[in-house]
């Protein structure tokens, strides 16, 4: 079991927590919203500062000296080998008057195969997690929950052209936390917190997955299900890039301490939902990031995409209505 996280008191009442479906992309402000409802946000502490903070061995730690794609790179008429594909999907999170921007961002190393009927077939495993703060509490999650919830296969799709300019689609990705689907697409989500198909996914003793607030203000114990839809088009031989449509559906089983959920309200926050898929395995010319077994890891890949692709940062501005 986790250790007893520090609780805040609260000069309001706060009920238990309760399933909540929300219809944003959003997956991780819930437990922020339901506590802004209830009462006012709280201060941080003045000499603390939160940044965007990564579920994900080494991100950014270091820098890697790559050669941004696109350069030299030529078309290959298939898309068979190693991507570096980086999404960020935007929500606005409103109570009262005050709106603001949460971001959700993953960093992919996607390995897809494609056959002789050019029907792809894509591996994804997540490397990283980013979550953006929101109210000034830091959300964060373990990464064995990165582990146990990937990789994930996809595919079916058509691959019909990769010259610069044509489209391209990836279908419902599932990022799955905590729930032992056969379907992962499509099977009936769990909002009974007993269905036998809720498990501790990141072995901390509790079901679900574990979301940790700020400095271990509040812990909630949750699964959760977002399904991606990719839309881009290739803007040169070795890059894809478009927007992300994203559909979430979220039970929070249970929570710690008095901070609770309450009705909330979130908002797509679709103009800043955005992706860019790098290939990294050399083939056209293209970056070539395998080590000297022709493999590459999450490590590399998690050094190489600050060079590669850059980061939009939220900005609350953006959800003002």
């Known amino acids: 079991m986790p250790p007893e996280p520090n609780v805040l008191t609260l000069p309001c009442k706060t009920p238990r927590w309760r399933s909540v479906r929300p219809t944003s992309p959003a997956i991780v402000v819930a437990l922020v919203v339901g506590f802004a409802a209830a009462c006012a946000p709280p201060s941080a502490p003045s000499d603390l500062e939160f940044e965007d903070r990564d579920t994900g061995a080494g991100a950014d730690a270091a820098t890697l000296d790559v050669v941004p794609a696109g350069g030299d790179a030529i078309v290959v008429e298939d898309l068979e080998g190693a991507w570096l594909h980086y999404q960020q999907v935007s929500t606005c999170v409103d109570f ?5 921007e949460q971001y959700t961002r993953y960093t992919y190393l996607v390995e897809v195969e494609q056959n002789e009927r050019d029907v792809a077939t894509e591996t994804w495993t997540a490397c990283s997690l980013e979550l953006s703060p929101v109210l000034s509490m830091q959300p964060t999650v373990t990464p064995a929950l990165l582990t146990t919830s990937f990789p994930v296969v996809t595919g079916g799709y058509k691959v019909f052209d990769t010259d610069v300019g044509a489209e391209w689609h990836s279908g419902p990705v599932p990022e ?10 499509t099977e009936p989500f769990p909002y009974e917190d007993d269905d036998p198909r809720i498990y501790d996914s990141d072995a901390d003793g509790n079901p679900g997955a574990t979301l940790i607030f700020g400095d271990d203000i509040c812990r909630a114990y949750m699964v959760n299900r977002t399904l991606n839809n990719h839309h881009g088009e290739f803007v040169a031989p070795d890059r894809i890039a478009g927007s992300v449509n994203s559909a979430t559906e979220q039970n929070i089983i249970d929570a710690t301490g008095e ?29 070539d990031l395998r080590d000297e077994e022709g493999t590459i890891d999450c490590e590399t890949v998690l050094l190489a995409r600050p060079e590669l692709i850059e980061r939009i940062e939220a900005d609350d501005a953006s959800c003002d209505i």
């Open 176 to 185: 799955v936390w905590g729930i032992d689907f056969a379907e992962p697409a």
């Open 96 to 100: 009262g008057d005050l709106h603001f």
């Open 259 to 287: 901070i609770c959920g309450r009705e909330y309200i979130t908002r797509d926050n679709q103009p800043r939902n955005v992706f860019e898929r790098v290939r990294i395995d050399g083939r056209g010319g293209a970056l």
